[in-house]
C-alpha cells in the first residue's frame, strides 16, 4: 500500500484510522502480538525512548559543582560536557535513520541503548573530564537512536489523528524528562553522589531496552524497506530538506524547542540567582511545568479531531509568542517576583504543548516510506534549534529575563511566519512524498 493511498485526504478515512490508531496489517505490522489491549504499554515503551535524551541532559544539572570540584575545574567548563552530548545526539540521528529505513529500527533501538548503557558506565566511572567528555559523547549517540527511532517507530504504525495522539503523549514524556529529573538528580546527588545519576540513567536504559524487545519488536516490514548508498541518502537528505511538506513545519517545530531549551537554560540563572530559589526549588519549579505540558498535550490531538490540525497548531504557536511578549513586557513594566516569571513562562509552554505534536505529526506524515529519515533530519533540526536557542539564552548581552524574553518572541514569531507559509497538510497528505 503506497504512502499516498494512506494519506487519501478523505474525511471517512481519517475518521477510520482515529476510531482504529492501531493497525497490525501486514504491511506495517510488528511479528509478535501488539494487539490493542497493549497500545497503553507501547506508548510507555515509546515515551521512555523519546525521553531518554530529555532526561540525560537535565539531570546532571543538579551534580554539576560536585563534579567541578571532583575533577578540579570551574563550573562553567563542564558546559563542553553538555555540547559534547548534544552534538553527538544531534548527529548521531543523521547515520540512524536511513539505516533504520533498510535494516529496521529493531537492531538500532535495542543497539543504541545498549550504547547508551556503555557512555553511563564511562560516565560513573570517569576520572577526569576527557573521560567524562567521552562517556558523554557515547551515551549522545546512543540516545539519539533511541529517541529518533520513538518518532518513527509511531509513524510506521500510526498515521493522521492517531499520529498527533500518539505524538502528543510522548512528548509528554520528554517533557517529564527535563521537568523531573532535576529533582531526581538533586536527591542522588545528595543522598549516594554524582556518579550514580549516570548509574541510574544506564539502568533506565537497560530496562527500556527490554521493554522493546519483549513487548515491540521489528515495526518496519521488509516490503517498505529501501535501498541504502552514501551518495542517495545525501541526496535523499537534499530532496527532504527543500520539501516544503518537511520544511516549514520543521523548522517551526525546531524554533518552538529552541525556546524550551532556552526557558530550561535561563531559568537557574533568573530564580536561583535573581529569587534566591534552592535546588529543590528549582527542581520543584521544573516539575510543575510538566502538569501544563501534559495538560496541552492531552487536549491537542482532541482539538485537532473537531478542528484543522493546522489551525490547532498554529494557536498553540500564536499562545506560546504571547508569553514571550508578556515575558518582556513584564520586565519593560518592572513587573518582578515569581508570579511574574512563572504567568509568561506558563502561557509559553501551554502553547508549546499544542502546536509541538501537531507540527511533528505534520512534518512526519507525508514521509512514511521515509519515516526514519525524515525522523532523523526534523531530529537533527530540533536539536539544532534547541543548541541555538540555549546558547543565546546564555549568551546575549542583556539581563536572563530580557535575553529569554527575546528569544521566545523573536523565535515564535519566526515559527509563525514559516507556519503560515504552508498549506493545509491534509491536501499535502494526498500528494506524492
Not at 104 to 109: E, H, I, L, N, P
Amino acid at each position: 500500500m503506497s504512502d499516498t493511498s494512506r494519506h487519501s485526504g478523505a474525511a471517512t478515512a481519517e475518521l477510520v484510522h482515529a476510531a482504529a490508531p492501531w493497525r497490525p496489517d501486514a504491511a506495517t505490522a510488528s511479528p509478535k502480538d501488539l494487539g490493542s489491549h497493549l497500545t497503553g504499554t507501547l506508548l510507555l515503551v515509546l515515551g521512555g525512548l523519546a525521553a531518554l535524551g530529555a532526561l540525560s541532559t537535565n539531570i546532571i544539572l543538579p551534580s554539576v559543582p560536585a563534579m567541578a570540584g571532583a575533577f578540579g575545574v570551574s563550573t562553567p567548563t563542564l558546559g563542553v560536557m553538555q555540547s559534547a552530548f548534544l552534538i553527538a545526539f544531534a548527529v548521531g540521528q543523521l547515520f540512524v535513520g536511513p539505516l533504520s529505513d533498510r535494516f529496521g529500527r529493531s537492531a538500532f533501538v535495542v543497539g543504541g541503548l545498549a550504547v547508551f548503557v556503555a557512555g553511563s558506565l564511562a560516565c560513573a566511572i570517569a576520572t577526569g573530564l576527557p573521560e567524562l567528555i567521552a562517556g558523554r559523547i557515547v551515551q549522545g549517540l546512543g540516545a539519539s537512536a533511541a529517541s529518533m527511532l520513538a518518532r518513527a517507530i509511531a509513524r510506521d504504525l500510526f498515521e493522521g489523528e492517531a499520529l498527533a495522539r500518539v505524538l502528543a503523549l510522548t512528548m509528554v514524556a520528554m517533557a517529564a524528562g527535563p521537568g523531573f529529573s532535576p529533582l531526581l538528580g538533586g536527591a542522588l546527588d545528595h543522598l549516594v553522589g554524582w556518579p550514580s545519576t549516570f548509574l541510574i540513567l544506564g539502568a533506565l536504559a537497560a530496562v527500556v531496552a527490554v521493554a522493546y524487545a519483549v513487548l515491540v519488536g521489528e515495526t518496519h516490514h521488509r516490503s517498505r524497506r529501501i535501498a541504502l548508498h552514501p551518495v542517495s541518502v545525501v541526496q535523499a537528505y537534499g530532496r527532504l530538506a527543500v520539501d516544503r511538506r518537511f520544511f516549514l513545519p520543521a523548522t517551526a517545530v525546531a524554533l518552538l524547542m529552541g525556546g524550551l531549551f532556552a526557558m530550561f537554560t535561563a531559568s537557574p540563572a533568573i530564580l536561583m540567582d535573581g529569587l534566591g530559589f534552592s535546588a529543590i526549588q528549582l527542581g520543584s519549579f521544573f516539575a510543575a511545568t510538566v502538569f501544563l505540558v501534559f495538560a496541552a498535550g492531552l487536549l491537542a490531538p482532541r482539538l485537532a479531531a473537531r478542528h484543522d490540525p493546522g489551525r490547532v497548531a498554529m494557536a498553540g504557536l500564536v499562545i506560546a509568542f504571547g508569553g514571550g511578549a508578556l515575558l518582556l513586557g513584564l520586565k519593560a513594566a518592572d513587573v518582578g517576583g515569581l508570579a511574574a516569571y512563572a504567568a509568561p513562562v506558563s502561557v509559553f509552554l501551554f502553547g508549546m504543548g499544542l502546536a509541538n505534536p501537531l507540527g511533528t505529526a505534520m512534518t512526519l506524515s507525508p514521509f512514511g516510506d521515509r519515516a526514519g529519515l525524515a525522523s532523523a533530519l526534523l531530529g537533527f533540526v530540533q536539536m539544532a534549534g534547541a543548541a541555538v536557542g540555549a546558547m543565546l539564552a546564555t549568551s546575549l548581552a542583556l539581563t536572563p529575563v530580557t535575553a529569554l524574553g527575546s528569544v521566545l518572541t523573536s523565535f515564535l514569531g519566526l515559527a509563525i511566519l514559516l507556519f503560515a507559509a504552508r498549506r493545509d497538510w491534509r491536501h499535502h497528505a494526498g500528494r506524492k512524498a
